[in-house]
């Protein structure tokens, strides 16, 4: 199903918006900014916003962060029209999820499209998260996405704790976006994406169009057998930002994930 | 085995630290300051120090954070003799939590003695804090403590889960100081303290002198249940802080959770 006919199915508004990008834009390309300068960060989003939908960031890593750079990020993200999506990873019971979420001076909750969830805590911390997002003043379309799967060795985000992620996207529909899935193994992705409903958006790490591992456990796939393996969004990292030009790398990357998407539709 | 001839066994320098303190300063409790103002959380800091062995933070909820705070944490912990123990919940693959460990702005790695991860990554997560430690200058004893369970409602921290996290820690046991263990439910905490290692701590958060829960799913039990099931460090939260006098209420928990390891060691 196209991304047009799915973004009516989606009941998140984030979600909604994200499908609707994504074939506007013709680009299910999101890159993952995994840099400590914050000028650097900002420098690769002007640089790729164009063949972006989606720009993840690790916030917490940023040496130099100021309210200024979300500030600067969110008028990028306006310039180039991509959504953002802090990895945040929360992972906490939900009173304090709540407050990671509102509270501190990342104020995560006033800028980021979306975040995402470790289910260990159990529902409380999609609960709490939800709570956070009524409690920040700002008005427009949030949404959560669920590590469902993880990438790197020996995980444990299989079998039954990928049932519970997807059974709990069911519930909190209205809040959920979609899903992490595994972006290093097609098999196990397909597992996620035969189960995973219409509305929800399966988003992929772990991508790298050379495939390998670095040497802290984490494993790369292709964007072909991601797309393939139902995967709705890849995520690139280190294969864009540390190319010698990250802008004709991220095209390359957009052309794979795109013309992977049309087939796939297509039925092919 | 008392804490004094556990410090021994202990492989982990922090651990070993921990567990000397608790033997000297006869107080095994340490207090979750979940507060969003500075100020707060250095005034409880100073209020509860003398009862405390260890404080437990959320450093990313604090709304008005400069490092001058950790700085003056840091200053409390030498006065009153406590630990400090930031409860970030790690849970991203090793490349990334060595980042979030050792850069941005919070740099836990510089004044944290402890910090704690899930293991849903795998064992790269512990591997990644493990080379964030070498990475920062500071040199001062520091722990891993694993999740290996949780106390929240529908917790996915069960069963395999836990086994798995039990033999991380003892794969990884120079790193690893300990585990978080289910404080809210005696039965599955035994199931933990059970199976840990002597050099290991138990810590169990979820702990109440009067028992209930709160509206986003948290669960609680009392100092007492937590130590005869084999919890080596209580951890108390809004038991303490929202309390009248959180002075009073910390000297209560301590006495209740000491006297209750003292009739442990006697084999009560």
Same mark, same amino acid.
């Given at each position: 199903m196209p991304y047009v006919k799915r973004a009516k199915q989606a009941k998140n508004p984030a979600a909604r918006s994200l499908f609707e990008l994504m074939a506007r834009k013709q680009t299910n390309l999101c890159v993952a900014a995994d840099l400590t300068v914050a000028e650097n960060v900002l420098a690769l989003a002007d640089t790729i916003g164009p063949d972006i939908v989606l720009l993840k960031t690790?916030? $917490?890593? +940023?040496? $130099?962060? /100021?309210?200024d750079f979300t500030e600067q990020l969110t008028k990028l993200a306006e310039k180039h029209n991509f959504m953002i999506f802090e $990895?945040? *990873?929360?992972?906490? +019971?939900g009173n304090t999820v709540r407050l990671q979420y509102s509270k501190? +001076?990342? *104020?995560i909750g006033e800028w980021a499209d979306f975040v995402n969830v470790h289910i260990v805590p159990g529902s409380g911390v999609i609960k709490g998260i939800e709570q956070g997002m009524e409690e920040t003043e700002f008005e427009f379309p949030r949404g959560i996405i669920i590590l =469902?799967?993880? =990438? =790197? *060795?020996?995980?444990?985000? /299989?079998g039954d704790y990928m049932a519970t992620a997807v059974g709990l996207a069911h519930v909190y529909k209205k809040s959920v976006a979609g899903h992490i899935g595994n972006g290093s193994n097609a098999e196990e992705l397909k597992k996620l994406t035969s189960v995973t409903e219409a509305g929800h958006i399966v988003f992929t790490p772990?991508?790298?169009?050379?495939s390998h591992g670095d040497t802290l456990e984490q494993q790369y796939a292709t964007p072909q057998s991601a797309i393939y393996a139902g995967s709705d969004c890849i995520i690139v990292g280190r294969g864009i930002y540390?190319?010698?030009s990250a802008e004709k790398e991220a095209k390359k990357y957009r052309q794979a994930a795109w013309g992977a998407y049309v087939q796939r539709v297509k039925g092919k």
């Open positions: 690790h916030v $917490d890593i +940023i040496e $130099d962060f /100021t309210p $990895d945040r *990873k929360f992972a906490d +019971i501190g +001076i990342y *104020k =469902s799967q993880m =990438s =790197s *060795k020996g995980n444990m985000a /299989t772990g991508i790298q169009l050379g540390e190319a010698e």
